[in-house]
């Protein structure tokens, strides 16, 4: 038994590198009409963060790094909705550590 528990808890620590597509949003418009969300929006909310939206409607949040990464996105974007986004990082938890991000 306390063999199992060690194993839960080392893995419960590890974090997984990969890639996720979604919409890019801010935190405070997570829940509203993605298609209708625009970039200007993105940028006046920015305080609140970024994350994704994936296709399945989960939320991924993103880290300090990626937020900064976001507004850049959002700022240098001729795109003002339908900001569909890859998202390249490490989710720890209910957060990605982000290492890039490429609006489509």
Request: proline share 0%.
């Given at each position: 038994?306390?063999?199992?528990?060690?194993?839960?808890?080392?893995?419960?620590?590890?974090?997984?590198?990969?890639?996720?597509?979604?919409?890019?949003?801010?935190?405070?418009?997570?829940?509203?009409?993605l298609?209708?969300?625009?970039?200007?929006?993105?940028?006046?909310?920015a305080?609140?963060?970024?994350?994704?939206?994936?296709?399945?409607?989960?939320?991924?949040?993103?880290?300090?790094?990626?937020?900064?990464?976001?507004?850049?996105?959002?700022?240098?974007?001729?795109?003002?909705?339908?900001?569909?986004?890859?998202?390249?990082?490490?989710?720890?938890?209910?957060?990605?550590?982000?290492?890039?991000?490429?609006?489509?």
């Amino acid at each position: 038994m306390k063999r199992i528990f060690t194993t839960v808890l080392f893995t419960a620590g590890v974090s997984l590198a990969g890639t996720w597509s979604g919409t890019l949003v801010d935190v405070m418009c997570k829940g509203k009409d993605l298609a209708s969300h625009t970039a200007k929006c993105g940028v006046a909310c920015a305080k609140s963060g970024f994350g994704l939206v994936l296709a399945d409607g989960k939320f991924v949040k993103f880290d300090e790094s990626g937020n900064a990464k976001a507004l850049a996105a959002l700022k240098s974007t001729s795109k003002e909705k339908d900001l569909k986004a890859k998202v390249s990082g490490e989710l720890d938890g209910e957060t990605v550590k982000v290492t890039s991000i490429e609006l489509q």
